[in-house]
């Protein structure tokens, strides 16, 4: 290209700048369009300067710089411009803004039941503790839920286990989560430490501390020279775990067919910390004043039930607690009545979280 | 059971208060469910006569008396009609507490009272409440009115476990105390009487000793059957029993005393005069003393006469042989019966009483012979001036020495984890014992005759730590081999796919296992496949549930009662269901989706939940089984009822194991019965067992493509009776590498769309994982697509 040409051509470029008035871009896409006519790959400018590389040397020596700072010049422009446009359009947003305190709508997130929560935390802990769950069938055989557990028919303490009997069938539903220990033991060689949740049924009347159908968990460890103080210590760990370290627990005497000696185990009540009385020497009604609240029945295997499943009793100890979960989470989050927990009313479902602190 | 605490008190020296007692008794095993205060409620009232009476100086039916308590005289203001000169009153003092309150000094119209003539109703007793209570004539002044009625006492109700029928009784609870507290045990007196050689008991034959290992009789005649004495009622009644004549509340004091059950017949109503202990032939029957007859069955121990059964051993006498006022002869039976065979035939017959409640624990074989003496010297010094008592007849075929019991203080200290001194637990066992003997180590142990829950080291280890205390045991944790802690599969998935529908946004509920043979039978399940429960609670609770459903529209039903818009819920659980083994009991995973997807708010979308909300929460849930491969096709499977899903709106999911799950829009036949049909809710339900079995596939990192992705978005038209499914297989059939997925992004049938027509607008993208794709080789794949949809449906592009 001839120099004179070229020259022209920039003159040309060079007027259409200068005639370009920046505020005539009324917006952030007029601009670019401005931008895109002159610096774009195939813009006016763009197109001029790349014929400077067909000029002479000395002409490309004496236009090149002048061509350069005529972009510069108007790369400038454009971004002053754009400066202005974009503090403007941020000012009228600022204007603009929406009423922040409108409600946002909830997160659709469900919840787990507090049976579960409860269910889950309990074995958590007891998982930590080196424990592994086992399960069995809801519907068991007599000798799984009474017999094996050294409850012969026509023990008094079946009494105190008002069964379901299925019609036309030799079975039951369980009474307890206790017939897991039972299974357990019968096809797995001792040592061995298991934590059993689940159902179990009762022929109740259902009323505010009564279901038919409830859940238990039943925690069983066997090995050598397991002791009633094993016992001991592995429930205050595990009670100081799940209710808090000042938790205080108590035994006492009791029966059950399947442990000797057995216990029944309290601990200090939640909700007066033991005191027996709330603020201002008021009555605690959680405890009925006594400062303990009964949660769970416990003792050391009775070697009659080794013997029945088969273990020899010389050999083998071991120790069983067995505790309710409502109680337990009716006993933390002040539940007043079991049947909430059967009710699934979402306004009581609603309320229990995996809190996060 | 009820204990009188006067009672107790007669025998064992107890030095607290009732309460504080009670405070004691859980350490030592015994439960204290309640306490309970009996007798007068008031205290400050004496007896007193009523000296002289005038009238109220400003009032007409008012009098104004002169009372005295017999140490001093006071002046009294009196409104009942029937007060007069004479009279011996129950007298109120200033500062006496009655259950209205206390009495204070008060001016009556202008005149000083110095206390209050009382009415039955003053004081909280029965009676004619219309006037003041007149007392006996006889009556003492000055004495207090309170302990003249008898006192007070207070009532503990105490539980005793299963395997301690020796504390059921006043005597064996002070014999526990004096044991375990230290307290002093009161001396019995022993019973006086002359036994008269002359007479003889009836002769008792026990042709099943297994079942009656002791059998204590004696004949009494002369008997004069009357009220009983204060005494006896006031004891009797303390504890809930409703006095009847002077023999049979005898035999229940004796009862409630020592533990040991009797009866009392009419000896002349014994037909042959002959006891005969044996199991019931059948067709036999027995009214017995509630009234009621029983059929009686030959697993029934019953006592007979030479000719019918008279009792039901251990359980109840009959009405025939009662002992009324009419009774001349008593024969008095004090016998042991073996748990076993009391408790079979009080279950049988549904029948309980006190006497058997204790034969079905255990009661203590040698205290047979005692309490017949102690009754019959009772009834002899009670029931008639010329009682004649004839000598024992024990007939004892059960008689056992009792086993040695072999321990020593390492073993005990072995099983409590304990590191109680040798004496310490020598002393503990002896506490408990018959009789111990110590030689070296060991020591043998014989056990009363009333412990017999006391039979190996465990049984004494129990008794050691009762005694010496719980709480002095050490805390320690088992050591134990380190092994991997293993979860169950099955509870695994259960728990994880829990958490993952809480996440989309359902709640967690849990249902009662019992269902109605209504419900069952509206989920159309064949009556051979159901689970019945041979005593249901309820009526509505008597079929083991088929499936999680109709426990979820309950639960449902109950919510949209309450007003809930939008209820979403979900429950894992077992279901039953017969079949040729007896119960299939498997853990299913089902959920319920009702109402919008959002509860109404301003920035919600209008949209009701409905299969497809169900079908993306199947298919998330499935998804969280990595490498799990599943079709839509197949039937039922093991599900229960076919039409618990609306057909047309169903879904069966199924897998090489069988069909994994099923959902769909809830049959309508169901959301009426369940009144849930104002919306039409989606249900899904899931077999987590045959989850639990499929083999998730290795979980391997797959790097996205670096190269840019194509998209092309066609909108083809197609009959509706094509489903998308067919359409979405004819292009995966193609195998187009270049394919990476599709997605129907709209659907629209209406007007620019042919009848029977509809428009699916897909989303086509492209992309290889080694090079960006050429435009060209996009434009090319995207022909193919539409000339297959073509070829195969007649599919066109929409203009």
């Given at each position: 290209?001839?120099?004179?040409?070229?020259?022209?051509?920039?003159?040309?470029?060079?007027?259409?700048?200068g005639?370009w008035?920046?505020?005539?871009?009324?917006?952030?896409?007029a601009l670019?369009a401005?931008?895109?006519d002159?610096l774009g790959?195939?813009g006016?400018?763009?197109?001029?300067?790349?014929?400077l590389?067909?000029?002479p040397?000395?002409?490309?020596?004496l236009?090149?710089?002048?061509?350069?700072?005529?972009?510069?010049e108007?790369?400038?422009r454009?971004?002053a411009?754009?400066?202005?446009?974009?503090s403007?359009r941020d000012?009228?947003?600022?204007?603009?803004?929406?009423?922040?305190?409108?409600?946002?709508s909830?997160?659709?997130?469900g919840r787990?039941h507090?049976?579960?929560?409860?269910?889950?935390?309990?074995?958590?802990?007891?998982?930590?503790?080196g424990?592994?769950?086992?399960?069995?069938?809801?519907?068991?055989?007599?000798?799984?839920?009474?017999?094996?557990?050294n409850?012969p028919?026509?023990?008094?303490?079946r009494?105190?286990?008002?069964?379901?009997?299925?019609?036309?069938?030799p079975?039951?539903?369980?009474?307890?989560?206790?017939?897991?220990q039972?299974?357990t033991?019968?096809?797995?060689?001792?040592p061995?430490?298991?934590?059993?949740?689940?159902?179990a049924?009762?022929?109740?009347?259902v009323?505010?501390?009564?279901?038919a159908?409830?859940?238990?968990?039943?925690c069983?460890?066997?090995?050598h020279?397991?002791?009633f103080?094993d016992l001991k210590?592995?429930?205050?760990?595990?009670?100081?775990?799940?209710?808090g370290?000042?938790?205080r627990?108590?035994?006492?005497?009791?029966?059950?067919?399947?442990?000797?000696p057995?216990?029944?185990?309290?601990?200090s009540?939640?909700?007066?910390g033991?005191?027996?009385?709330?603020?201002?020497?008021?009555?605690?009604?959680?405890?009925?004043?006594?400062g303990?609240?009964?949660l769970?029945?416990?003792?050391v295997?009775?070697?009659?039930?080794?013997?029945?499943?088969?273990l020899?009793?010389?050999?083998?100890?071991g120790f069983?607690?067995?505790?309710?979960?409502?109680?337990?989470?009716?006993?933390?989050?002040?539940?007043?009545?079991?049947?909430?927990?059967?009710?699934?009313?979402?306004?009581?479902?609603?309320?229990?979280d995996?809190?996060?602190? | 059971?009820?204990?009188?605490?006067?009672?107790?008190?007669?025998r064992?020296?107890?030095?607290?208060?009732?309460?504080?007692l009670?405070?004691?008794l859980?350490?030592?095993?015994?439960?204290?469910?309640?306490i309970?205060?009996?007798?007068?409620?008031?205290?400050?009232?004496?007896?007193?006569?009523?000296?002289?009476?005038?009238?109220h100086?400003?009032?007409?039916?008012l009098?104004?008396?002169?009372?005295?308590d017999?140490s001093?005289t006071?002046?009294?203001?009196?409104?009942?009609p029937?007060?007069a000169?004479?009279?011996?009153?129950?007298?109120?003092?200033?500062?006496?507490?009655?259950?209205?309150g206390?009495?204070s000094k008060?001016?009556?119209?202008?005149?000083?009272?110095?206390?209050?003539?009382?009415?039955?109703?003053?004081?909280?007793?029965e009676g004619?409440a219309?006037?003041?209570?007149?007392?006996?004539?006889?009556?003492?002044?000055?004495?207090?009115f309170a302990?003249?009625?008898?006192?007070s006492?207070?009532?503990?109700?105490?539980?005793?476990?299963?395997?301690?029928?020796?504390?059921?009784?006043?005597?064996?609870?002070a014999?526990?105390l004096?044991?375990?507290?230290?307290?002093?045990?009161k001396e019995?007196?022993?019973?006086?009487?002359?036994?008269?050689d002359s007479?003889?008991?009836?002769?008792?034959?026990?042709?099943?000793?297994?079942?009656?290992?002791?059998?204590?009789?004696?004949?009494?005649?002369?008997?004069?059957?009357?009220?009983s004495?204060?005494?006896?009622?006031?004891k009797?009644?303390?504890?809930?029993?409703r006095?009847?004549?002077?023999?049979?509340?005898i035999?229940?004091?004796?009862?409630l005393?020592?533990g040991?059950?009797l009866?009392?017949?009419?000896?002349?109503?014994?037909?042959?005069?002959?006891?005969?202990v044996?199991?019931?032939?059948?067709?036999?029957?027995?009214?017995?003393l509630?009234?009621?007859?029983?059929?009686?069955t030959?697993?029934?121990?019953?006592?007979?006469?030479?000719?019918?059964?008279?009792?039901?051993?251990?359980v109840?006498?009959?009405?025939?042989t009662?002992?009324?006022a009419r009774t001349r002869?008593?024969?008095?039976?004090?016998?042991?019966f073996t748990?076993?065979?009391?408790r079979?035939?009080?279950?049988?017959?549904?029948?309980?009483?006190?006497?058997?409640?204790?034969f079905?624990?255990?009661?203590?074989v040698?205290?047979?012979?005692?309490?017949?003496?102690?009754?019959?010297?009772?009834?002899?010094?009670?029931c008639?001036?010329?009682?004649r008592v004839?000598?024992?007849?024990d007939?004892?075929?059960?008689?056992?020495?009792?086993?040695?019991?072999?321990?020593?203080?390492?073993?005990?200290n072995?099983?409590?984890?304990?590191?109680?001194?040798?004496?310490e637990?020598?002393?503990?066992?002896e506490?408990?014992?018959?009789?111990?003997?110590?030689e070296?180590?060991?020591?043998?142990?014989?056990a009363?005759?009333w412990?017999?829950?006391?039979a190996?080291?465990?049984d004494l280890?129990?008794e050691?730590?009762r005694?010496?205390?719980?709480d002095?045991?050490?805390?320690?944790?088992?050591s134990?081999?380190?092994?991997?802690i293993?979860?169950?599969r099955?509870?695994?998935?259960?728990?994880?796919?829990?958490?993952?529908l809480?996440a989309l946004?359902l709640?967690?509920?849990?249902?009662?296992d019992?269902?109605?043979?209504?419900?069952?039978?509206?989920?159309?399940?064949?009556e051979e496949r159901?689970?019945?429960?041979?005593?249901?609670?309820?009526?509505?609770?008597?079929?083991?549930?088929?499936?999680?459903?109709?426990?979820?529209?309950?639960?449902?039903?109950?919510?949209?009662e309450?007003?809930a818009?939008s209820?979403?819920?979900?429950?894992?659980?077992k279901?039953?269901?017969?079949?040729?083994?007896g119960?299939?009991?498997?853990?299913?995973l089902?959920?319920?989706?009702?109402?919008?997807?959002?509860?109404?708010?301003?920035r919600?979308?209008?949209?009701?939940?409905?299969?497809?909300?169900a079908?993306?929460?199947?298919a998330?849930?499935?998804?969280?089984?990595?490498?799990?491969?599943?079709?839509t096709e197949?039937?039922?499977?093991?599900?229960?009822?076919?039409?618990l899903?609306?057909?047309?709106?169903?879904?069966?999911?199924?897998n090489?194991?069988g069909?994994?799950?099923?959902?769909?829009?809830?049959?309508?036949?169901?959301?009426?019965?369940?009144?849930?049909d104002?919306?039409?809710?989606?249900?899904?339900?899931?077999?987590?067992e045959?989850?639990?079995?499929?083999?998730?596939?290795?979980?391997?990192?797959?790097?996205?493509?670096?190269?840019?992705?194509s998209?092309?978005?066609?909108?083809?038209?197609?009959r509706?009776?094509?489903?998308?499914?067919d359409?979405?297989?004819?292009i995966?059939?193609?195998?187009?590498?270049?394919l990476?997925?599709?997605?129907?992004?709209?659907?629209?049938a209406?007007?620019?769309?042919?009848?029977g027509?509809r428009?699916?607008?897909?989303?086509?993208?492209?992309?290889?994982?080694?090079?960006?794709?050429?435009?060209?080789?996009?434009?090319?794949?995207?022909?193919k697509?539409?000339?297959?949809?073509?070829?195969?449906?007649?599919?066109?592009?929409?203009?």
């Open positions: 290209m001839a120099t004179s040409d070229w020259l022209a051509a920039f003159e040309k470029t060079a007027a259409a700048i005639a008035e920046p505020s005539s871009a009324a917006t952030l896409s670019d401005v931008r895109i002159f790959r195939n006016r400018l763009t197109e001029v300067l790349k014929g590389k067909d000029l040397l000395e002409d490309r020596k236009y090149g710089p002048k061509a350069q700072s005529a972009r510069a108007l790369e400038g454009i971004a411009r754009k400066a202005a446009l974009e403007h000012l009228s947003l600022e204007k603009s803004g929406v009423d922040v305190t409108l409600p946002a909830p997160a659709l997130r787990l507090p049976v579960t929560l409860m269910m889950g935390e309990m074995t958590r802990v007891l998982g930590l503790m424990y592994s769950l086992a399960e069995g069938p809801l519907v068991e055989t007599d000798w799984h839920n009474f017999e094996a557990l409850i028919a026509h023990h008094p303490a009494d105190a286990h008002d069964t379901f009997y299925l019609k036309d069938l079975t039951l539903l369980r009474t307890h989560t206790s017939p897991v039972v299974r033991m019968e096809k797995t060689k001792p061995l430490k298991i934590v059993c949740p689940g159902r049924f009762r022929r109740d009347a009323d505010a501390s009564h279901s159908v409830f859940y238990q968990m039943e069983l460890a066997v090995g020279g397991i002791t103080a210590g592995t429930l205050e760990v595990f009670m100081r775990t799940l209710l370290s000042s938790t627990i108590r035994f006492r005497p009791s029966f059950f067919p399947f442990t000797e057995s216990a029944e185990v309290d601990v009540c939640l909700l007066c033991g005191q027996g009385s709330g603020g201002g020497g008021k009555g605690c009604s959680a405890c009925k004043q006594s303990w609240v009964e769970l029945g416990a003792g295997v009775n070697p009659a039930v080794f013997k029945l499943v088969g020899d009793p010389e050999e083998w100890t069983a607690f067995g505790i309710g979960i409502e109680r337990l989470a009716m006993m933390k989050y002040r539940i007043p009545d079991i049947r909430l927990f059967y009710e699934n009313d979402l306004r009581f479902l609603d309320q229990f995996e809190d996060i602190l | 059971m009820k204990i009188s605490f006067n009672w107790l008190k007669e064992v020296g107890v030095e607290c208060g009732a309460i504080e009670a405070d004691m859980p350490r030592l095993g015994i439960g204290a469910e309640s309970e205060s009996l007798g007068p409620a008031f205290t400050g009232v004496v007896t007193a006569e009523v000296l002289a009476k005038d009238k100086p400003n009032a007409d039916r009098s104004l008396c002169q009372v005295s017999g001093r006071y002046s009294v203001v009196c409104g009942a029937n007060v000169a004479g009279q011996k009153v129950p007298f109120a003092r200033v500062g006496a507490v009655l259950p209205g206390k009495l008060a001016k009556i119209r202008g005149v000083e009272s110095e206390g209050m003539i009382c009415s039955c109703k003053e004081l909280s007793l004619d219309s006037g003041i209570m007149v007392l006996d004539p006889a009556t003492k002044a000055g004495q207090d302990a003249l009625l008898g006192g006492d207070t009532i503990l109700d105490v539980e005793i476990t299963a395997n301690r029928p020796d504390l059921l009784s006043h005597l064996g609870l014999r526990e004096s044991i375990c507290l230290g307290l002093p045990l019995r007196t022993e019973p006086a009487f002359k036994e008269d007479l003889s008991s009836f002769p008792v034959d026990i042709p099943s000793p297994g079942a009656c290992p002791r059998y204590v009789g004696r004949l009494i005649e002369g008997v004069s059957v009357g009220e004495p204060d005494w006896l009622k006031t009797l009644k303390a504890v809930g029993l006095p009847i004549n002077d023999v049979a509340d035999t229940n004091y004796i009862l005393d020592s040991q059950p009866h009392a017949f009419d000896a002349d109503l014994i037909e042959g005069g002959r006891i005969v044996r199991f019931a032939r059948a067709g036999e029957k027995l009214l017995a509630d009234g009621k007859e029983y059929p009686l030959p697993e029934c121990l019953v006592i007979a006469d030479a000719v019918k059964p008279v009792a039901i051993a251990g109840m006498g009959g009405e025939a009662a002992v009324t002869r008593v024969f008095l039976e004090s016998a042991n748990p076993v065979t009391v079979r035939g009080s279950q049988l017959l549904r029948l309980r009483s006190d006497a058997s409640y204790r079905e624990r255990g009661t203590d040698s205290a047979a012979e005692w309490a017949s003496r102690s009754a019959a010297s009772l009834i002899a010094s009670l008639g001036g010329s009682v004839s000598p024992a007849l007939v004892y075929p059960g008689r056992r020495e009792p086993s040695p019991i072999r321990v020593t203080a390492d073993r005990i072995s099983i409590l984890g304990s590191e109680f001194p040798r004496d637990v020598h002393r503990a066992i506490a408990v014992s018959a009789q111990i003997r110590v070296g180590d060991v020591l043998t142990a014989l009363p005759t412990r017999s829950d006391l190996t080291s465990s280890a129990e050691v730590a005694i010496l205390g719980y002095r045991i050490p805390s320690t944790v088992p134990s081999a380190l092994r991997p293993e979860e169950l099955s509870l695994a998935v259960a728990r994880k796919a829990g958490s993952r809480a946004g709640h967690e509920s849990l249902t009662y019992f269902i109605s043979e209504k419900s069952v039978s509206l989920l159309e399940v064949p159901w689970v019945r429960l041979a005593n249901p609670l309820t009526e509505d609770w008597t079929v083991l549930r088929p499936s999680l459903i109709p426990g979820l529209l309950q639960s449902l039903r109950r919510n949209v309450r007003q818009e209820v979403r819920l979900f429950e894992s659980g279901v039953y269901l017969r079949d040729a083994s119960v299939r009991e498997r853990p299913h089902a959920g319920i989706l009702y109402g919008p997807l959002v509860p109404a708010h301003w919600a979308s209008k949209e009701k939940t409905g299969i497809f909300e079908k993306t929460i199947l998330d849930l499935l998804s969280g089984v990595p490498g799990l491969e599943w079709t197949g039937g039922n499977g093991g599900f229960a009822g076919e039409n899903l609306l057909p047309g709106s169903r879904v069966f999911i199924r090489a194991s069909v994994l799950a099923r959902l769909g829009t809830l049959h309508p036949k169901l959301a009426r019965a369940w009144e849930v104002r919306e039409q809710p989606a249900v899904f339900e899931l077999d987590l045959l989850l639990a079995e499929a083999s998730s596939g290795p979980k391997v990192f797959q790097p996205p493509s670096p190269f840019p992705s998209w092309r978005d066609l909108s083809v038209v197609i509706d009776s094509v489903p998308y499914a359409l979405e297989a004819a995966r059939g193609l195998r187009i590498a270049e990476d997925s599709v997605e129907l992004v709209d659907l629209y209406g007007k620019g769309v042919a009848d027509h428009s699916l607008s897909l989303r086509f993208v492209f992309q290889l994982p080694d090079r960006t794709l050429k435009d060209a080789e996009v434009s090319a794949a995207a022909d697509i539409l000339a297959e949809l073509g070829k195969k449906f007649g599919a066109e592009l929409r203009k």
